[in-house]
């Protein structure tokens, strides 16, 4: 046996090493537990296709009762407010919606006729992707895209109650609309159909190069002012686009601001458990750099004995680094274990209940794992050396 | 290393003596390898201190120590780790063995670090010295004579240029100190060093180059 380790080994308090054994495993796992669900749970929040993904978020201005009523345009979003919105981090993409500035009069001859508006997105907004979505003047064709709950109420309420047939996306698709445009001091009559479907955008949408040929030709005096804004964000779960639109007293759509809302909470209910787990990790530190310290002061005579028979520093502290580096490499594997098997129960759980497996995997513990014993050994690594050249240079 | 200097030098608790009358405080000395040294001294004379100086435990002296002119005030941890692994070696007065180790174990400790001498070569001296079946008893056992036969064996595994003995037969009669004195001699002469050699009494019986008195 070596016989530094025989000598030094003396002393050793194995309740005091236990002690700090089990409190620094608590607390590294939940660390551990903290940084692997998070890392699992935020990329849900983000991203198109996660849980509650959704890259768009439509915003307006409150309406104000007294202001609609006095024609003021209080509700719409000026040049500064664009700009403003354009040069937030969050945002991606801003896109303003425009919305038609005279008549519109659509029917289906013999069945039914109404008051209509359009409005308009700039194209890569939308998520309708086909051919048709052109307007050609010499057709007089306006392709026309709907919210697709807007075929559920016909389908379910409207054609139900009237006796009319019930119609699939295709078949709805291939009926031809007559449209009467009217402003300026005149009338003209087009043709149109549904082009397609939105999810995303909740109105009747027309293309953007359309709108701004009648609008010109219709209204030539009346400035189209952005009355709704769509914005493409960086990461939905981003809690400063809650931030923002609280701050400016927007209105979101669809609380698809909800993600922001809910990465934020995400972030301060696994921040305080991290902090937990640090706090104990720290604690039982503590106690394990005092152990030794209590251990090397027990052999103060034998290390100073050892430096003046020309053992160097580095030497004598190799036990004690050794000790060190195999509790906090135990400690790590058993906690990565833990968290492992943590992470399959939950992970199973919420596969069941929410689809979809996590794409980060297991590699964020591994990381913070290892990093954690590397700070913890490095530390005490410095400590020990401290001590033990306090007491060999001792004169 | 081939000298050791004393320039002047005095232990702090004696620089205000005005009778020190020492061959070696507040004087010049020079210690040469290969040559060997008594230095003779009474009680309370600072003879402990001046090997705590020569071995770099202490450092509360005035004047200047050096090793081939280099002065030792200035050697960091790491130059008395090799001073004391490659060029001195010392057996302490309270020899500074480990009481929880056996006989074999508390030479072997030294030994290992710069395995100077074989297994055969040790037994061989435990053998000489009137000690071989005390080999695996823990030295808190051993009695003070026994004891400073282990410390002497232990200091002589390690190559040195000169050897410090504080006292070396304090505690033998005069076969043992006889027996102890052959060992060293052999291994002083065969590494060509010096000794220095402290004693309030007795002392080691071969024949001194100088002696001087503290």
């Given at each position: 046996?070596?016989?530094?380790?025989?000598?030094?080994?003396?002393?050793?308090?194995?309740?005091?090493?236990?002690?700090?054994?089990?409190?620094?495993?608590?607390?590294?796992?939940?660390?551990?537990?903290?940084?692997?669900?998070?890392?699992?749970?935020?990329?849900?929040?983000?991203?198109?296709?996660?849980?509650?993904?959704?890259?768009?978020?439509?915003?307006s201005?409150?309406?104000?009762?007294?202001?609609?009523?006095?024609g003021?345009?209080?509700?719409?979003?000026?040049?500064?407010?664009?700009?403003?919105?354009?040069?937030?981090?969050?945002?991606?993409?801003?896109?303003?919606?425009?919305?038609?500035?005279?008549?519109?009069?659509?029917?289906?001859?013999?069945?039914?006729?109404?008051?209509?508006?359009?409005?308009?997105?700039?194209?890569?907004?939308?998520?309708?992707?086909?051919?048709?979505?052109r307007?050609?003047?010499?057709?007089?064709?306006?392709?026309?895209?709907?919210?697709?709950?807007?075929?559920?109420?016909?389908?379910?309420?409207?054609?139900?109650?009237?006796?009319?047939?019930?119609?699939?996306?295709?078949?709805?698709?291939?009926?031809?609309?007559?449209?009467?445009?009217?402003?300026?001091?005149?009338?003209e009559?087009?043709?149109?159909?549904?082009?397609?479907?939105?999810?995303?955008?909740?109105?009747?949408?027309?293309?953007?190069?359309?709108?701004?040929?009648?609008?010109?030709?219709?209204?030539?005096?009346?400035?189209?002012?952005?009355?709704?804004?769509?914005?493409?964000?960086?990461?939905?779960?981003?809690?400063?686009?809650?931030?923002?639109?609280?701050?400016?007293?927007?209105?979101?759509?669809?609380?698809?601001?909800?993600?922001?809302?809910?990465?934020?909470?995400?972030?301060?209910?696994?921040?305080?458990?991290m902090?937990?787990?640090?706090?104990?990790?720290?604690?039982?530190?503590y106690?394990?750099?005092?152990?030794?310290?209590?251990?090397?002061?027990?052999?103060?005579?034998?290390?100073?004995?050892?430096?003046?028979?020309?053992?160097?520093?580095?030497?004598?502290?190799?036990?004690?680094?050794?000790?060190?580096?195999?509790?906090?490499?135990?400690?790590m594997?058993?906690?990565?274990?833990?968290?492992y098997?943590?992470?399959?129960?939950?992970?199973?759980?919420?596969?069941?209940?929410?689809?979809?497996?996590?794409?980060?995997?297991?590699?964020?513990?591994?990381?913070a794992?290892?990093?954690?014993?590397?700070?913890?050994?490095?530390?005490?690594?410095?400590?020990?050396?401290r001590?033990?050249?306090?007491?060999?240079?001792?004169? | 290393?081939?000298l050791?200097?004393?320039?002047?030098v005095?232990?702090?608790?004696?620089?205000?003596?005005k009778?020190?009358?020492?061959?070696?405080?507040?004087?010049?000395?020079?210690?040469?390898?290969?040559?060997?040294?008594?230095?003779?001294?009474?009680?309370?004379?600072?003879?402990s201190?001046?090997?705590?100086?020569?071995?770099?435990?202490?450092?509360?002296?005035?004047?200047?120590?050096?090793?081939?002119?280099?002065?030792?005030?200035?050697?960091?941890?790491?130059?008395?780790?090799?001073?004391?692994?490659?060029?001195?070696?010392?057996?302490?007065?309270e020899?500074?063995?480990?009481?929880?180790?056996?006989a074999?174990?508390?030479?072997?400790?030294?030994?290992?670090?710069?395995?100077?001498?074989?297994?055969?070569t040790?037994?061989?001296?435990?053998?000489?010295?009137?000690?071989?079946?005390?080999r695996?008893?823990?030295?808190?056992?051993?009695?003070?004579?026994?004891?400073?036969?282990?410390?002497?064996?232990?200091?002589?595994?390690q190559?040195?240029?000169?050897l410090?003995?504080?006292?070396?037969?304090?505690?033998?009669?005069?076969?043992?100190?006889?027996?102890?004195?052959?060992?060293?001699?052999?291994?002083?002469?065969?590494?060509g060093?010096?000794?220095i050699?402290?004693?309030?009494?007795?002392?080691?019986?071969?024949?001194?180059?100088?002696?001087?008195?503290?």
């Amino acid at each position: 046996m070596n016989l530094i380790w025989k000598l030094l080994r003396r002393h050793i308090s194995v309740g005091q090493l236990a002690g700090f054994f089990l409190a620094d495993l608590v607390g590294t796992v939940i660390v551990l537990c903290g940084i692997q669900i998070y890392s699992d749970m935020a990329p849900m929040l983000s991203g198109s296709d996660g849980l509650l993904g959704n890259d768009y978020i439509v915003i307006s201005k409150p309406v104000k009762q007294l202001g609609s009523l006095m024609g003021r345009s209080a509700a719409h979003f000026s040049e500064s407010d664009i700009d403003d919105l354009k040069a937030q981090p969050f945002a991606r993409n801003v896109g303003e919606f425009r919305s038609s500035q005279y008549g519109v009069y659509l029917g289906l001859p013999g069945v039914f006729a109404t008051d209509m508006f359009f409005e308009s997105v700039p194209d890569r907004f939308i998520d309708v992707t086909t051919d048709e979505w052109r307007f050609d003047l010499s057709k007089r064709d306006i392709p026309i895209i709907l919210p697709r709950n807007y075929l559920n109420l016909y389908n379910f309420g409207f054609a139900q109650t009237k006796g009319l047939p019930q119609l699939s996306e295709g078949v709805s698709q291939s009926i031809s609309f007559d449209i009467e445009l009217s402003g300026s001091g005149r009338t003209e009559h087009f043709k149109g159909h549904v082009a397609g479907f939105s999810d995303r955008l909740n109105t009747v949408l027309v293309p953007e190069s359309f709108m701004e040929w009648a609008n010109d030709r219709f209204a030539p005096s009346k400035s189209a002012l952005a009355s709704r804004l769509i914005v493409e964000v960086e990461n939905p779960a981003d809690e400063s686009i809650a931030a923002y639109l609280q701050q400016r007293g927007y209105e979101v759509e669809n609380n698809a601001a909800d993600n922001s809302k809910i990465g934020f909470l995400l972030k301060i209910v696994v921040s305080v458990v991290m902090a937990i787990g640090l706090i104990i990790s720290i604690l039982a530190i503590y106690i394990l750099t005092l152990s030794i310290y209590l251990l090397l002061q027990k052999n103060t005579d034998k290390l100073e004995n050892l430096s003046l028979l020309g053992y160097s520093a580095r030497r004598i502290a190799a036990p004690y680094s050794r000790l060190t580096v195999t509790l906090n490499v135990a400690i790590m594997l058993l906690a990565i274990s833990a968290v492992y098997f943590v992470r399959e129960a939950y992970m199973t759980r919420v596969a069941a209940t929410l689809g979809g497996a996590s794409q980060t995997g297991f590699l964020p513990t591994i990381i913070a794992g290892a990093l954690l014993t590397a700070v913890v050994v490095t530390f005490d690594s410095i400590v020990i050396r401290r001590k033990i050249n306090s007491i060999a240079s001792k004169r | 290393m081939k000298l050791i200097t004393l320039d002047s030098v005095v232990p702090e608790i004696f620089a205000k003596r005005k009778d020190l009358r020492s061959d070696i405080w507040l004087a010049p000395v020079t210690f040469e390898r290969g040559k060997r040294y008594l230095v003779e001294a009474a009680s309370g004379s600072g003879k402990s201190s001046l090997c705590s100086f020569l071995y770099g435990q202490r450092g509360d002296y005035r004047g200047r120590i050096s090793f081939d002119g280099d002065d030792i005030s200035r050697f960091g941890r790491g130059r008395w780790c090799d001073v004391r692994r490659r060029e001195l070696s010392m057996l302490f007065q309270e020899l500074r063995l480990f009481p929880e180790l056996t006989a074999w174990e508390n030479v072997q400790i030294k030994n290992r670090i710069e395995n100077t001498q074989s297994d055969s070569t040790i037994e061989s001296w435990f053998e000489a010295l009137g000690i071989a079946d005390k080999r695996k008893a823990r030295v808190a056992l051993m009695s003070y004579g026994q004891q400073q036969r282990v410390a002497l064996m232990r200091a002589l595994c390690q190559p040195f240029d000169f050897l410090l003995l504080d006292e070396p037969v304090s505690h033998l009669d005069e076969e043992n100190g006889r027996l102890m004195c052959d060992i060293i001699l052999q291994e002083a002469s065969r590494r060509g060093a010096g000794i220095i050699s402290t004693s309030i009494g007795r002392h080691l019986d071969m024949e001194y180059d100088k002696v001087l008195s503290l």
